[in-house]
């Protein structure tokens, strides 16, 4: 099944500051990789996601860039504001397009 | 867009009872859903996927006896945790694909087994 190794596990920035989250996967025919916020206690949030077919893709302060040659993605928020503070995950689907494997997860603190 | 609708939010219940938790896509129609668990500040784990009409898959290390998964309908999955103690106190959530082929999480559901 697909592995998905994600880094750093927990991140502290200052307001204003730039953020990456970087996931790794093993499953090469994967061609969905989401990205989503989980403020405590309350279900995960779509922020963004990008399929095999594009290298990068940008909403605003959120990017995601792919590689797939090194099986790797990564998150980037600009301009990083307190409310960005919460744990990110990143996953990747295992071969079929079926089941979703979530990354551990990084806790980003955005401190004022 | 898709709504997965998950209830109840929190439930605390007594050590040898059993909780059914209920999964429903609104306004969309889900062949398949996913239950998750997550505990405090670790990663969802995939528990078991839920096929409609016929029966779920579970993932290794999960009890298929412990954790029932009812999949009747095209809207309505159900995951029963049966027998519960208080190692299975958790958060449990669901996830279904939407038409758009993203996955989409109901909110989850705070189980306390006291």
């Known amino acids: 099944g697909e592995n998905v190794e994600q880094h750093p596990s927990t991140l502290s920035v200052q307001e204003g500051d730039s953020a990456v989250i970087k996931c790794t996967y093993s499953d090469s025919a994967s061609n969905y990789f989401p990205w989503y916020k989980q403020e405590l206690g309350k279900r995960p949030q779509l922020i963004i996601d990008?399929?095999?077919?594009?290298g990068e893709k940008k909403d605003q302060r959120i990017a995601v860039t792919l590689n797939k040659t090194a099986k790797h993605f990564s998150l980037h928020i600009t301009e990083t504001q307190p409310e960005d503070s919460a744990v990110y995950f990143c996953a990747a689907p295992d071969s079929g397009y079926s089941t979703l494997t979530f990354g551990k997860g990084t806790m980003l603190l955005v401190s004022p | 867009g898709a709504v997965v609708s998950q209830h109840p939010s929190r439930v605390i219940c007594k050590s040898g009872t059993s909780v059914k938790i209920e999964c429903r896509s609104l306004?969309?129609?889900?062949?398949?859903m996913f239950w998750y668990r997550q505990f405090p500040k670790k990663s969802l784990m995939l528990m078991a996927t839920?096929?409609?009409?016929?029966?779920?898959?579970?993932e290794q290390g999960v009890e298929k006896d412990k954790f029932l998964i009812n999949h009747a309908s095209l809207t309505l999955s159900t995951l029963t945790v049966t027998s519960a103690h208080p190692e299975d106190s958790s958060f449990y959530i669901c996830?279904?694909?939407?038409?758009?082929?993203?996955?989409?999480f109901g909110s989850g559901t705070r189980l306390t087994v006291v």
């Open positions: 306004d969309f129609q889900a062949t398949t």
């Open positions: 839920s096929n409609e009409g016929s029966k779920a898959t579970y």
């Open positions: 996830s279904a694909r939407d038409n758009a082929g993203g996955y989409t």
């Open positions: 990008i399929r095999s077919n594009v």
